[in-house]
């Protein structure tokens, strides 16, 4: 039931306020403001290497992980897409957890991938949104997103819920090998119970993004850049926009334009620039100015300070709420997925059912 939405996808992106909320709720203890224990196969203070792997929107999620792990619990995450996990014979450390992300907890390389990490005696953690899938049924610890079922092929809550998983999991990892202290842990949980009031904020920015896609729709080519957590977003950005409108999109780290995709800037291909007024603006700001001095149209989403700092001209800025750094990357999902939504709606596609997708790829 689509309710008073068009289509299910919709429907979903306006779930994520209560969703990432359950979810979150699920791992955090809100009245202590403390993370709650987990009961894990293996000991966040003794590993020395978190190997992650996922596909498509999942692994972009586990991408977003690898900074968080890295930075805040000092943990180092090999990332992979399944497909080459799977075959690419990497040398596993007895002292690795393996994690796997996945909506549907179906997914035949994913799936791959965990048996494989079975089969070398590493502990596996799922975070799969289908409880009673294989892929939860074969993993030692189930951590679940509470999204609700996602009809919509393209994913949206699916994605935000694994990022509150991850985010929880982190202040878990960061306590445990004494990377945040009491007061540490109390504000990252503090920072985190902020994400479903400002998801609420963000989706009043639909009749502007609304706009937006009817321009974007206008387009065929569509580059997307961000650094540190919001490159994993910039793919995932170019990743929706083409699922479901068939605008071909890129997602790039801004760093990388002057090693290649600079070459395409012209006044025919916006650039749609996620950056959040964070410890790289300045940074992502400097290739705005690249890309403007050649005639590129900018798109910024960030916020009401990096809207006050950044010194380019845009086509067109999105401003968001100021908030904590942690909660950014789930926040600045919901801006892309809804100028994706938007365009296609405009584009007349088939929204829910793009293409050539399925919704669950047990097939390699
Ligand atoms: C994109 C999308 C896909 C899935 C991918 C993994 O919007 O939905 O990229 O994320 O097929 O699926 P799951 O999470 O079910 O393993």
């Known amino acids: ?22 979810t979150l709720a699920n791992y955090l203890d809100f009245t202590t403001n403390r993370a709650k224990p987990l009961n894990l196969p293996f000991d966040f203070a003794k590993v020395d290497r978190l190997a992650i792997a996922a596909c498509g929107t999942a692994f972009l999620a586990g991408s977003v992980g690898k900074y968080w792990f890295e930075r805040i619990a000092k943990l180092p995450v090999d990332i992979d897409i399944a497909s080459e996990f799977r075959y690419r014979e990497m040398p596993l450390s ?21 048996r494989y990490c079975r089969k070398a005696g590493l502990p596996i953690g799922a975070i799969v949104n289908v409880r009673e899938s294989t892929i939860a049924r074969e993993s030692n610890v189930v951590l679940p997103t509470l999204a609700g079922p996602e009809i919509g092929v393209a994913s949206t809550k699916a994605f935000t819920c694994q990022l509150s998983v991850l985010a929880s999991l982190v202040v878990n990892a960061a306590k445990a090998r004494g ?32 706009a937006l896609g009817r321009e974007l729709a206008h387009y065929k080519h569509v580059l997307y850049l961000g650094r540190d957590t919001s490159y994993p977003l910039a793919v995932e950005g170019a990743l929706k926009l083409k699922e479901i409108s068939y605008i071909h999109a890129e997602g790039y780290a801004a760093g990388e334009l ?19 007024h964070d410890r790289v603006f300045e940074k992502t700001v400097s290739n705005m100015q690249e890309v403007a001095a050649r005639g590129g149209k900018i798109i910024l989403i960030t916020d009401k300070r990096g809207a006050e700092h950044a010194t380019v001209e845009t086509l ?5 709420p100021d ?37 669950s790829v047990t097939v390699e």
């Not at 990377?179 to 009749?207: C, F, I, N, T, W």
């Not at 290649?260 to 012209?266: F, M, S, V």
């Not at 950014?328 to 293409?355: E, H, K, N, S, W």
């Open 179 to 210: 990377m945040v202290d009491d007061a540490g842990e109390e504000q990252l949980v503090r920072e985190l119970a902020e994400a479903p009031r400002l998801a609420s904020q963000v989706l009043k920015l639909a009749p502007q993004l609304e």
């Open 94 to 114: 007895m002292r690795s957890a393996a994690l796997f992300v996945s909506q549907s907890g179906e997914t035949a390389d994913t799936l791959a991938s965990l």
């Open 323 to 359: 908030m904590p750094e942690i909660v950014a990357p789930i926040i600045y999902a919901l801006p892309i997925q809804m100028l994706a939504y938007y365009t296609a709606v405009f584009m007349g596609t088939d929204v829910d059912q793009p293409r050539n997708l399925a919704k």
């Open 258 to 276: 002057k090693h290649g995709p600079i070459a395409l800037i012209d006044e025919s291909m916006p650039v749609i620039v996620i950056a959040p």
């Open 1 to 22: 039931d689509k309710g008073n939405h068009r289509h299910f996808m919709e429907k979903e992106i306006h779930q994520q306020p209560e969703v990432i909320s359950h």
């Open 316 to 320: 067109q800025t999105i401003v968001l």
